[in-house]
């Protein structure tokens, strides 16, 4: 099992930035591809970043290209999500999800891969 922690968000206005810091704990986040979601009020959660086990490859949802970047550090069990330039559309309520994988280079953009999720970090992007 391992369990999720997202932290950082919050009110910021247009053309702000917010890092987002999402821990595991329970087991090593060696073994999982992970990924950041978002879900705003009324719409479908959909993917804004993942990155594979070995962090050689990452994938953005093409609105965030550019101003986000998905990392992660592997000795601190933690994945983050970079979000510069926000725009008042980036508003929702951001969560981080694992899966385990046994392929280094894989990412997963698609939520039914994920088995793991936080709890949520609401993010305000005022204009």
């Known amino acids: 099992q391992v369990q999720l922690v997202e932290s950082g968000g919050g009110l910021v206005e247009a053309g702000g930035s917010l890092r987002l810091s999402c821990a595991a704990s329970?087991?090593?986040?060696?073994?999982?591809?992970l990924g950041w979601f978002r879900q705003a009020p009324g719409k479908e959660r959909e993917v804004v970043a993942a990155?594979?086990?070995?962090?050689?490859?990452?994938y953005y949802t093409d609105s965030v290209k550019g101003r986000f970047t998905i990392s992660r550090d592997n000795a601190k069990n933690t994945v983050y999500l970079q979000m510069n330039n926000l725009k008042p559309e980036d508003t929702a309520v951001y969560y981080c999800a694992a899966t385990m994988t046994s392929a280094s280079g894989n990412y997963y953009s698609n939520a039914n891969e994920y088995n793991y999720w936080g709890q949520g970090t609401q993010v305000t992007v005022s204009s």
């Open positions: 329970g087991r090593t986040f060696v073994g999982y591809a």
């Open positions: 990155i594979s086990r070995s962090a050689g490859k990452t």
